[in-house]
């Protein structure tokens, strides 16, 4: 069964950022900042609305956040960012996040969403969104350095929905 | 000749805005809020360094700001916006900014520029940015709602440095 997903609130923060502290640390799926203090990881997590933010699991066991991708004109495609604790891994919790960010863009009238940065070595979240029915619109050459493979591709992932 | 480029100043903004503000409210290129107000309109544009901003034109013909695209393991590829005021198009304006960028962005260690979202009905800014060099590296469809032509793509366009 999968994890249930909720919105965050304030009081998940202590939970939320070690999962964000880990994941941007190893460098190895997301382009943020690795040396990214907690009170600007909170802002840049913790979006206001019309933004969202979920966790997933009674213990937090992984996280998201979702928004329009553009301003104006560009306001009809959603994105989001999902993390997944370590420990959690390969046990449903991407998959509950990204089920989740999926039905709240379709609810919220969103007409895609878009995925702008996902590394090509991340197989396990490629294989998850191409299952829910992503597709790559292009790869962005060596754009993401890896810690481990080296300079790797930034996928640009789209679902319509 | 093209118009010169040079670093804007904080006493610019008020040749700035126009340029932004009839741009945006147009709504025929650029997917940002149209109702953005100026005082988030200059905290938006006048990105504090490392990020950088430049005005074209003794009078301010047109503007531009560049940054890296992401962050940590993503921050060796940059990208920028540019605006052209109307009544200076067709002008080298363009051609101005974008070669100001790429001198900057190579000057500065990036390994390549990207541009996240091209409208696709914005012909002179892709034949422009493909006489430089730049590719499409895919187009996100329908991701623009144009006033005339409608639901048309955006591109991912990549300049290898």
């Given at each position: 069964?999968?994890?249930t997903?909720?919105?965050?609130r304030q009081?998940?923060?202590p939970q939320i950022?070690?999962i964000?502290?880990?994941v941007?640390?190893?460098?190895?799926?997301?382009?943020y900042d690795p040396g990214m203090?907690?009170p600007?990881?909170?802002?840049?997590?913790?979006?206001?609305?019309?933004?969202r933010?979920?966790?997933?699991?009674?213990?937090v066991?992984g996280?998201?956040?979702?928004?329009?991708?553009?301003?104006?004109?560009g306001?009809?495609?959603?994105?989001g960012?999902?993390?997944?604790?370590?420990?959690?891994r390969?046990?449903?919790?991407?998959?509950?996040?990204?089920t989740?960010?999926?039905?709240?863009?379709?609810?919220?009238?969103?007409?895609?969403v878009?995925?702008n940065a996902?590394?090509?070595?991340?197989?396990?979240?490629?294989?998850?969104y191409?299952?829910?029915?992503?597709v790559?619109?292009?790869?962005?050459?060596?754009a993401f350095?890896?810690?481990?493979?080296g300079l790797?591709?930034?996928?640009?992932?789209?679902?319509?929905?």
């Amino acid at each position: 069964m999968l994890p249930t997903v909720r919105e965050a609130r304030q009081d998940d923060w202590p939970q939320i950022w070690p999962i964000i502290r880990n994941v941007i640390t190893q460098q190895e799926t997301i382009p943020y900042d690795p040396g990214m203090s907690e009170p600007d990881a909170r802002r840049t997590w913790l979006l206001p609305a019309p933004a969202r933010v979920v966790v997933a699991g009674d213990q937090v066991l992984g996280t998201a956040n979702m928004y329009a991708n553009r301003g104006g004109p560009g306001n009809h495609v959603a994105s989001g960012t999902l993390m997944v604790a370590e420990e959690a891994r390969g046990k449903g919790v991407g998959r509950a996040l990204t089920t989740d960010m999926i039905d709240w863009a379709r609810r919220s009238g969103f007409a895609a969403v878009q995925f702008n940065a996902v590394a090509d070595t991340n197989t396990a979240a490629i294989h998850l969104y191409e299952s829910l029915g992503f597709v790559t619109l292009g790869t962005a050459p060596r754009a993401f350095r890896h810690p481990v493979e080296g300079l790797v591709g930034l996928r640009i992932m789209w679902l319509d929905l």
